[in-house]
């Protein structure tokens, strides 16, 4: 009988090789160019800040602009505030002179009405006439008076030449000196406003 062959298995120990390479590694950065990287990097930071300025900067002037431009609003509001008072003051200063000048037209009536009434009670027999001139003179003085016009106080007063004019002096024993004595015209006002001054008597003395 032949003999068995021996079959010999020969196991192989070697590890087995790498079927690829490895990964090559990453070079490491030089020193120039970490240096080079440092500078780029501070270079964009700095460009960062200086838009960052400008940008705050644009802001501000914008702001400032702003301001600026309410400021001149807030003044040209209050300028055409003040310009419309006064307009309004100035046309109610004109309606108000206007009138005075209509009212004062009307004095001379009224100076008749009274100098005719002064005569009419020294006649007895005019006693009807002198009832009808009261009741017009009456009227007429409601008349004015509704239209702002008042008489000037003047007998007794001390004299203002605002509101007085003197056309004689005089001695009294019983008045102080710049006293209104007597009243030989009526003076008016109309609101504040001498339409025209009482023709006075004043005292002096000395």
Partial sequence: MAKKEEIKVKVNTEEPKEKGKKAEEMPKPTIEELQQQVIFLTKQAAD???????AEDKAKSEETKLQTALSQYVRLQADF?????R???SEAKAADTYKAETLKSFLPVLDNFELALSHMKKDASGEAYLKGFELLQKQMVKIMADFGVKEIEAKGKTFDPHFHEAVMMV??????????AMVFQKGYLYKDTVIRPAKVQVVKNS
Avoid at 48 to 54: F, G, L, P, V
Avoid at 81 to 85: A, I, L
Avoid at 171 to 180: C, I, Q, R
Wanted: aromatic fraction near 4%; glycine fraction near 0%; proline fraction near 0%.
């Fill in 87 to 89: 307009t309004k003051e």
């Fill in 81 to 85: 505030d003040n310009f419309r008072r």
């Fill in 48 to 54: 960062a800040q200086k838009k960052a300025r400008e």
């Fill in 171 to 180: 001695a009294s024993d019983e008045m102080d000196d710049e006293t209104v």
